[in-house]
């Protein structure tokens, strides 16, 4: 139940949706692509992405200085789809 309202809340908030969006589009994506593809400060990126790490639902991957974004809770990768199938039906 909590993990839902969790969930939810975070996915409320046009930035971190939009940032959640790219980066499932993109599979695994670096800050500064994401900023661009998002078309957000990298700052705010950052925060964003802050903020999602630490709630679990996107998961980092380093390489070398690069660190890269992933999508890291199943249930909010299941969410997305559906997030996309509405969205390309409008
Ligand atoms: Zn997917």
């Given at each position: 139940m909590h993990a839902w309202?969790?969930?939810f809340a975070l996915l409320a908030?046009?930035?971190?949706?939009?940032?959640l969006l790219c980066i499932h589009a993109a599979g695994e994506i670096c800050v500064s692509d994401l900023a661009v593809a998002a078309g957000l400060k990298d700052t705010t990126t950052s925060q964003a992405l802050r903020l999602l790490r630490a709630q679990g639902l996107v998961a980092t991957q380093r390489a070398g200085r690069v660190v890269r974004y992933r999508l890291a809770d199943e249930t909010v990768h299941a969410l997305l789809h559906e997030v996309v199938g509405h969205a390309a039906r409008l």
């Open positions: 309202v969790t969930r908030d046009p930035t971190r949706l939009t940032l």
